[in-house]
Each structure stands twice: as C-alpha cells, then as structure tokens.
C-alpha cells in the first residue's frame, strides 16, 4: 500500500496502479508526472541513446552517485549531545590528548587574565576581609561563654545584648564581604574561561566533540582553581594568621601548645572533610560503560520498544553497574574508618588543649575566658585550614587542565582568519581561478585529492561539479573558501593569491550552503538573519520569501519566532536546508557556493525553489556541487570531476550532444537509476 500525505493527513491510499488509475486528479499521480516531466526535460537528445549509454567505464558504473565527496563531512557544526557521546568525547580526552606541561604556566595564566586585575584586587580584598569573620565570630562566641559565669545579673543582661548586637554586625560584614570576594573573582573566573583552521579539526584528537569536551571541562577546572580556590585560599591564610596574633595576646601559652598540635588538627579536620565529600569517590569511570549504555537505551528508545527490548537493556545496565557497587563498597568501608580515626584524634587533641587549659585555670595562672577564647579561635581555624589543605587536588586538576587548553592557546594557526597584515577586501568582482591546484588534506597526507589541478570561472558566472563520489568535488568548495590551503598551486579570486587577502573580509563575500545546513538551537529569524549582521525583520522576511521559506513559516503557531531544536531538529530537511539558503540569499554574496545545497527537497519543493536560486545566482559568481543533474540545466558550464580532474567541461546542450561523454553517461544512469 501507499499512502499520500499532505499537511498532516492522509489524502490517498492504494496500490501504485490504484493510485495511477485515479489519473489527473489524482495527487499521487500528479507527483509522478512531475517527477517525469522534470526528468524528461533534462534528457533530451541523450534519451534516444540509452542502448549506447550502457556500456560505462568501471569507474562511473561502481561509483555512487550521491556526489557527496565527504571532504566537508568534517566541517558540519554537529556536537555529540547524547549521553553516550559526552561520555566518549570525556574518555578521549583524558585518554589522548596529552600535552606538556608549559613552564610558569600559572603566571602565564596570570598575565592571560591581566585586562581582570581590577576585579582580582577587589576580590581579594574581599577574601582578606572574609579572613576576619571566623576569628571575629570565635571571640565573641568565647566572650559570650565567659558572660555566662557573670555574678551580677544586670551585668550579664548587658554584656549579653551587646554581643548579640556585635553578632548580627558580623552577619551584615560577612554578607558584604563574601559579595565581593566570590563576585569579582567569580568575573575574573568567567572572562578566562581560538581560533584555528578547518584543517585542524580533521584530526582525530581535535574533532569538534572532542574540542567541545575540552572546553567546557578543562577550562571549568582552571576556573575552578584560579578564581574559585584562589580566594578561599586568601580568605584561610588571613584566618590563620589573625587568629594566632589574636591567641599569642590573650593566652601565649595555650596558643604554643595548640600551634604544636596543630598539624594534627589540620590533619583530622582534613581527614573529616575528605572522608564525607568523597564517600563514593571519582568512580565516573567506574560509571562510563552503565551510564553508556543507558543513553543508548534512551536515545534509540523507538528500537527498544519495537523490539520489547526493555528487560534487556535494564540487565545489561544492571550488569555494568558490578564494577561500581563493588568500588563504593570499599569506598565506605574506607571512608568510615578514615572518619572513626579522623575523630579520635580531633577528639584527643582539643582533650589535651582543654586539660591543659583547666591546669592553667586551677593554678591561677590564666583565666576561663581567655583559655576559651584561644581555644575557640584556634580550633575554628584548623578547620579552615583543613579546607584550604583539601582544595589541593583540585588545583592540581586544575593545572593539569591548564596544559589541555595551552596547548590549543599555544598552537599557532596556519590560516589566520583575520590578518592584520593581509589586503582587505571591500569589493568582489567574482574571477575565480585554481591555477596548478596540489592538495591532500591534512588528515590524510598520503592520498593525493589534486594533482595539477585547473579551473576558472569568469564573474557572474555559474559553474557546476558533477562526478562520482569521492572524485573532489567538494573540495573545490573548500579551498575557495580557504579552509585550508593547498600544497601546491594557486586560489585566486579577482586574479589576487586568497593566502595575500584578509580571509575575513572575504568570507563576508562569499555564501555557501552545504548538503547538511548548520542550524542553531534559536529561532527561525536568528537563524537567517545569521547572513548578514544587523539584518532587520523585513529584510529576513524577504529573503525567506524568496527560498520558499515565508510561506512553511507563516503557519506555525511564533511563525519566525518558532525555536528550531538543536541543530535544527525541530524542522525536516527539506525545511533546513530552505532556512539555509535564505541565510545566503540575505547576505547577497559576490559569490555563491552551493553544496548539494537542494538534494534534501522533494521534487516539487526543488522545483519552486530551483527557480528561487536562478533568480539568486544571475550577475553572481555560482559554484554547483550537484547530485541531482535537474538542478544544474541552467548553469553556465558543467565540469565532469574524476579522480581530482575535470575530464570534460562545457554547457548542458554541448556535454549532452556527447553521447559517448561521461556527463551523457552519468545523465544516463541517474535516469535509469530513477
């Protein structure tokens, strides 16, 4: 059976001849008409010769014909979001992006963040006056202690009411303190949180998820080390230091016996906080391959159901999750003796500090309230110590993020996209020429893609590339717009070297639009008014009335305002790639690419918006990757690419008057392919 659908509903079902039978007013049979009369018009002279035509070489018989030479595959803006992607890309970079530790990286990171120091000078001042409220609060708290054995009633009610006032002033000045301290360290954090060639993201270790990964995990663990820890660190070192000034004034003695237990304190309090933070441990690892097969389970949910594969897939998670139980085992039964002892020695130590205080009392040679008030601000403060002790591994990890993301800031671009030093363009007039193109992408050095390559196109003209997959292509595309540069030869543009002029400038002139259009998680009109910058809402309505777009749009319920999904997900292909080529209708480019730019149209939409794109490539400079041989009658010239050559090139009617011509020949098969 077949079943026609039109905005939603099924209009026609039936077998092809029932469908065939219902003649004109039929829609099924009114699309395969269309289909015909569009391929009828492109045959021509060439149908008469289809017993000749048969008789294809090797190379054009056994090639596919989706024309797709994959050459720019690696360019498409695509991130891996599901939950087993980000766990790959994760597990990659640690696994294999490896890079020497830079020297003095930490004042390079420093003098990286320079334009910041107004904001780091504020936030440490900040830190240093946080460093004050433990020592202020201990005192008070030892004061209060002491009002308690007050004799005299009105006396105590008095002492009573103005540390209870002094407390809540010391709620308000922490309140004030730590806003500055995590505010302007915090900004300095973010602004520290590249550019480089196409050709450099072909590698297997730099492929965007990897890149992405990086980012968004390494530079949160330098913010976290810099910024963050930083000012923690301020914050305890003036602790420390007020609160022994303040000990060795009130009671030197206890302050000498506490500062020779003081390691031990440190150590407990250290032990305590290590202990409860890290119960479980890193165990991510542990987790990769259950939480792996969890996003597969949920990202290919359709599969699971269809197969009533849901009782399997929960048993090969609870089967990964083994490993894990078994590592949080040991983990517990580690960190509960890790914590028992932790105590035993916080709980002997502050015994001895409180005996020997008592001794002091007993003999007259000190008084309660000053042994307790060291004693408070002293032990408060081995806390604080401790927490700064175990913010070490994450600076730690911090630095060693910092050799992933210099290695990306250290590394010098080949194709500096806007050199000062390069002639900018203002106008294009639209020549092209590749003079002796040589070129082997950087990923694969050893299979040559051109050797001697030529090609030019005079301004305002339209070329097309046809040929078998694999064939280049593409890659004529890709050095035109310099993503990456050849290894021999020349790319002109208006008789100029493309490596002399500012690739900025010139890309400003310069539309392309691929087979897979990159899409971004926004609206309709943010998406196309990508084009062009400062674009208004009338000039993206224009522009999307010419790429078919204005009339799909109208009726969804925000119209232009309707989110599309990440990478578009929200919209068919058809309707992508239509927001696409509206982007490069808006930017009213000198030169136009078009990377298979409607092979993901249906007939009928290729055909309004072939007429769109004719109307759009006339008195511009027009680059065709084509699949369809349809889209391509009206051009210019035609360029037949085999094996990184143009064999044959000329007009549709001159190519087609060739009956033995490899564009006849491929003209032919995608026909009878048809």
Not at 217 to 223: E, G, L, M, Q, T
Not at 556 to 565: C, H, K, S
Not at 581 to 596: G, Q, S
Not at 624 to 633: D, K, N, P
Request: glycine residues 8%.
């Amino acid at each position: 059976m077949i079943a026609v659908l039109q905005q939603g509903q099924v209009i026609e079902t039936g077998t092809h001849d029932e469908l065939l039978a219902k003649g004109t007013s039929g829609a099924y049979a009114s699309l395969i008409r269309f289909q015909e009369t569009a391929r009828n018009r492109d045959l021509g002279a060439a149908s008469t010769r289809r017993s000749r035509s048969m008789h294809l070489t090797s190379s054009l018989s056994t090639k596919s014909l989706s024309l797709r030479s994959g050459s720019l595959r690696n360019l498409s803006y695509q991130y891996s979001t599901g939950a087993d992607g980000r766990i790959e890309m994760i597990s990659s970079a640690d696994n294999s992006l490896k890079y020497p530790a830079p020297r003095g990286y930490f004042f390079k990171l420093l003098k990286l963040n320079g334009p910041e120091w107004p904001y780091a000078v504020l936030g440490a001042i900040g830190s240093v006056l946080s460093g004050f409220i433990g020592p202020t609060f201990a005192i008070v708290m030892g004061e209060m202690l002491d009002v308690f054995y007050y004799q005299d009633p009105v006396e105590m009610e008095k002492k009573t009411k103005l540390y209870v006032f002094i407390y809540i002033g010391t709620g308000i000045y922490a309140v004030v303190a730590y806003l500055v301290q995590h505010y302007f360290f915090s900004i300095m954090g973010e602004n520290l949180t590249t550019r480089n060639e196409v050709g450099w993201f072909d590698e297997e270790e730099n492929n965007s998820s990897l890149v992405a990964a990086r980012v968004a995990v390494d530079a949160a663990d330098v913010k976290s080390a810099i910024a963050e820890r930083i000012s923690v660190i301020l914050q305890n070192i003036t602790s420390l230091m007020t609160s022994f000034i303040v000990g060795f004034i009130i009671e030197w003695r206890v302050a000498i016996l506490i500062l020779a237990t003081f390691p031990l304190l440190v150590l407990a309090n250290f032990a305590q906080q290590l202990s409860m933070k890290g119960f479980a441990g890193d165990t991510a690892k542990a987790h990769a391959k259950s939480s792996m097969v969890a996003g597969e389970g949920v990202s290919n949910i359709r599969t699971v159901a269809a197969f009533n594969a849901q009782n399997k897939v929960m048993s090969l998670f609870s089967h990964e999750l083994r490993i894990p139980e078994e590592q949080i085992l040991r983990r517990s039964q580690t960190a509960g003796l890790l914590y028992g002892l932790s105590q035993l020695c916080l709980y002997c130590s502050e015994a001895l500090i409180l005996w020997y205080g008592s001794h002091l009392v007993r003999s007259h040679g000190s008084t309660f309230s000053k042994v307790i008030k060291v004693f408070v601000v002293l032990v408060v403060t081995a806390n604080s110590v401790a927490e700064t002790v175990s913010l070490a591994p994450e600076i730690v990890r911090g630095g060693e993020s910092i050799r992933s993301i210099f290695g990306i800031l250290n590394r010098a671009t080949r194709i500096e996209p806007d050199d000062p030093e390069a002639e900018r363009v203002t106008t294009v007039r639209g020549d092209i020429e590749l003079r002796h193109v040589d070129f082997s992408y950087p990923s694969r050095p050893d299979i040559e893609i051109f050797k001697d390559f030529n090609l030019k196109i005079q301004a305002g003209r339209s070329q097309a590339l046809v040929g078998a997959s694999g064939s280049g292509k593409s890659t004529v595309i890709a050095l035109i717009e310099r993503f990456y540069d050849p290894t021999g030869g020349k790319v002109m543009i208006d008789g100029k070297d493309i490596r002399r002029l500012n690739l900025k400038s010139l890309r400003r002139r310069i539309a392309l639009v691929q087979q897979e259009p990159a899409l971004f998680a926004s609206s309709i009109l943010e998406n196309i008014a990508y084009g062009k910058e400062g674009a208004t809402e009338e000039e993206v309505v224009e522009a999307a009335k010419t790429a078919n777009v204005h009339a799909f749009v109208s009726q969804l319920p925000d119209g232009y305002r309707t989110a599309v999904g990440e990478r578009g997900v929200q919209l068919s292909g058809g309707q992508k790639q239509r927001i696409a080529i509206a982007r490069a209708v808006l930017k009213d480019p000198a030169i136009l690419l078009l990377d298979e730019a409607t092979s993901a149209l249906d007939a009928e939409s290729e055909s309004v918006l072939q007429e769109a794109l004719e109307r759009l490539m006339k008195g511009r400079t027009t680059v065709l990757v084509a699949h369809r041989l349809s889209t391509i009658r009206g051009v210019d010239r035609i360029a037949v690419v085999q094996d990184g050559r143009i064999i044959e090139h000329g007009g549709h009617s001159e190519l087609v008057a060739r009956p033995e011509g490899a564009y006849s020949r491929l003209l032919q098969l995608q026909n009878h392919r048809n």
